[in-house]
């Protein structure tokens, strides 16, 4: 069962040193980055400078470094989905030393009223997914623990914001009319595919998240609604904002 795979009894096999040698200190904060449009315009605006590689069999992810008023600040793209977005982070912290990472995509809105025209940043996520359960013990739920800290910086910057429950999900071609309804019943106001194995793996590594979100796409029993997904996911507000609060960190 997913939900035995929590073991703390006992040593992992493989560690990160067999890959990269001894961990590094390059910087403190870093950006988790899901839009190529948002990164290429970071690549484009600033002097960037190439600091590690995430790597792999199927290519090398980049870890850059830019300066942005005064504060440097890593950043890359991740991939999409629990496991490999969790595997990214716990690495990148590895490679460059970052100790707080600053996480922001798109979801989906569960919630139209409550999500409309504000930026949602989740209190607690739904674990539908499988990564979470070898970083904490088993719970529907897990916290997203520096949620009231990024809203007051929200609140500071005049960002419109709502806290919320939110639904991580592996796949989301099997979000059901019930599982949908099950969720907005217990309070989610939005689904996205990372966050509750992110938090997880912070949390286990004794790394900070702060993650905040904006909603395309709709999901209401009622169908779906596609139209905003793009706007979404590409939005650069989110990186100027994102941007800001690694200075307020």
């Known amino acids: 069962m997913i939900t035995d795979s929590y073991d703390i009894e006992t040593e992992p096999i493989i560690s990160l040193r067999d890959f990269y040698g001894e961990p590094k200190h390059i910087v403190d904060i870093c950006l988790i980055i899901f839009s190529k449009e948002i990164h290429r315009n970071l690549l484009d605006t600033f002097d960037c400078v190439e600091i590690a590689k995430i790597s792999a069999c199927n290519g090398n992810n980049s870890i850059y470094k830019m300066n942005y008023k005064g504060t440097e600040i890593a950043f890359y793209l991740t ?18 030393g970052a100790k707080k990472f600053i996480m922001f995509g798109s979801c989906g809105s569960l919630d139209r009223e409550k999500t409309d025209g504000k930026f949602i940043v989740p209190t607690e996520s739904y674990r539908g997914e499988g990564c979470s359960y070898y ?68 949390d286990f590594y004794d790394l900070e998240l ?40």
């Open 79 to 96: 991939a999409i989905g629990s496991a490999v977005a969790s595997a990214y982070c716990y690495e990148a912290s590895w490679l460059t």
């Open 135 to 202: 970083f904490a013990e088993p719970s529907d739920y897990i916290e997203i623990k520096n949620s009231n800290k990024l809203a007051s910086i929200f609140s500071d910057l005049g960002v419109p914001y709502v806290q919320g429950k939110v639904w991580t999900t592996e796949s989301m071609v099997r979000e059901t009319r019930g599982l949908v309804s099950k969720r907005k019943n217990e309070g989610c106001i939005a689904v996205e595919m990372e966050l509750a194995g992110v938090q997880a793996a912070c």
């Open 210 to 249: 702060y993650d905040f979100l904006e909603a395309g796409d709709v999901l209401e029993s009622s169908g779906y609604e596609v139209e905003g997904l793009r706007d979404a996911n590409h939005d650069f507000e989110k990186l100027y904002i994102a941007l800001e609060v690694a200075l307020r960190l």
